[in-house]
């Protein structure tokens, strides 16, 4: 019923003297040498920020409250079938993660549909955490994100994106495009077709594609993009892990008539050949690059491209000021739909990474309403090939990716999550900066 988020000042001056000060008082209490403070810091502290958290996400202060929420019983929202989660009915709420993973499991049926549900969320859900999410924090996103290893990345992605092309196209259509689309207007409902049409325009729009330009795509999933960009004149190079994607991509450049300026590799962004290119797009991979490899991938980028070149990234971000639902929210994303992409942040710290990569950002948009827009239209044509989903991979499956599609539109419209466009370039002196007067403008 209330929103909850960490305040930046009291709370975290608590919180950073809790991590500081217990492994200290531990020290003294076992009469330890001071010197032994530096190894029982790494040892004691994050699971110190773990139960900090776990516990001020009971007692943290509302916030936001939510108004209008209809007041109702538990019962009148799902049916609980397993016995251990008896005591959760009445006006008791059931904690997030609980919900779901129940969910998924069979243990609980919902009563309406899931995106209605979880438009009153805060009526019968509680954004705290529970033990399973604490054990997926410490033992498999911390290191996942501290790890980021060519292995890693590839059998994630591989896990993820060469489930089935028929799975993907459950929700994504014919286009097969998992990254936002763009409205171009709020007077009419438009297409998930011409939402993702809107954007393909868009981004060779922003970077000037032109007639011979060598294009590199970063993480081109099923090549659409580089295929619309060959389409212009331009030869492509897209890069993708995905087995499955790679050949799809080859398929349409050759059914556009365009094979021979399309050149689909599967490999990882690490490996792309050292070569120069007049524009580098990414659209929604590099979260996957990990916060810690980020600086690293910006630099090699930056390399790969002409001095008089433009770089475009879109990619998922977050809100600065955040909640605990948000929190709940990304642990989800990072156990089910995307696990690896940690670099996920607010904006700021994009454009900082960028700067220290040599780059100057000439025009940046946030786009959270056009990805809800997306992802709703992803959630309807989901909803409609239920029975196909269900027959092939199962009732599990089927409801993982419901469950995900219906919050993340609801999530990227109330600004929890996001997603930007940013257009770079090399900050040179002699980077001709005017052709962005009137490049820029829609």
Not at 102 to 130: C, P, Q
Not at 273 to 299: N, S, W
Not at 346 to 364: C, D, K, M, T
Request: aromatic share 14%; glycine share 8%; hydrophobic share 40%.
């Amino acid at each position: 019923m209330t929103f909850t988020r960490w305040p930046l000042q009291g709370t975290l001056l608590r919180l950073i003297g809790a991590v500081l000060g217990v492994p200290l008082l531990v020290n003294f209490m076992i009469g330890a040498p001071l010197v032994w403070y530096l190894v029982l810091l790494p040892i004691l502290g994050l699971p110190v920020f773990a139960g900090y958290n776990v516990l001020y996400a009971k007692v943290a202060p509302a916030v936001r409250p939510q108004k209008g929420l209809p007041g109702k019983n538990l019962e009148e929202y799902m049916t609980i079938k397993k016995s251990e989660l008896a005591g959760y009915k009445g006006r008791s709420k059931i904690p997030i993660e609980t919900f779901f993973e129940n969910y998924f499991d069979g243990h609980i049926d919902i009563k309406e549909d899931m995106l209605e549900l979880l438009e009153v969320r805060h009526d019968w859900a509680s954004f705290t955490w529970t033990m399973g999410q604490v054990k997926f924090f410490l033992t498999q996103w911390i290191p996942e994100t501290l790890w980021h290893s060519k292995k890693q990345d590839e059998d994630q992605v591989r896990d993820h994106y060469d489930r089935g092309d028929d799975f993907y196209e459950a929700f994504l259509g014919p286009m097969m495009i998992y990254t936002s689309g763009i409205m171009s207007t709020s007077s009419k409902r438009e297409t998930l077709e011409e939402l993702q049409q809107n954007k393909l325009d868009l981004v060779c729009k922003k970077v000037q594609l032109k007639p011979g330009h060598r294009m590199l795509d970063i993480g081109c999933g099923w090549g659409t993009l580089s295929v619309h960009a060959a389409k212009q004149g331009a030869k492509v190079t897209g890069v993708t892990l995905g087995k499955n994607q790679a050949a799809w991509g080859t398929r349409k450049a050759e059914e556009a008539g365009v094979a021979g300026n399309v050149n689909i590799l599967c490999e990882d962004y690490r490996d792309i050949p050292a070569q120069k290119y007049d524009r580098i797009t990414c659209l929604e991979m590099a979260e996957h690059v990990g916060v810690l490899r980020f600086q690293t991938f910006l630099t090699q980028v930056r390399e790969m491209l002409e001095d008089d070149g433009i770089f475009f990234m879109q990619i998922a971000g977050l809100r600065r000021a955040w909640q605990y639902e948000d929190l709940m929210w990304g642990l989800f994303m990072a156990k089910y739909v995307f696990p690896g992409a940690d670099a996920s942040t607010p904006l700021n710290w994009y454009i900082e990474q960028l700067e220290r990569a040599g780059f100057e950002v000439a025009h940046s948009e946030t786009l959270g309403v056009h990805y809800s827009a997306t992802i709703y239209r992803w959630y309807s044509n989901w909803l409609k090939n239920k029975d196909k989903i269900i027959a092939k991979y199962g009732t599990r499956w089927y409801r993982i990716w419901e469950y995900f599609l219906a919050y993340s539109t609801i999530v990227a419209r109330q600004g929890s999550a996001t997603v930007y466009q940013l257009v770079c370039h090399k900050n040179l002196n002699s980077f001709d900066r005017s052709q962005f007067i009137e490049g820029l403008a829609r």
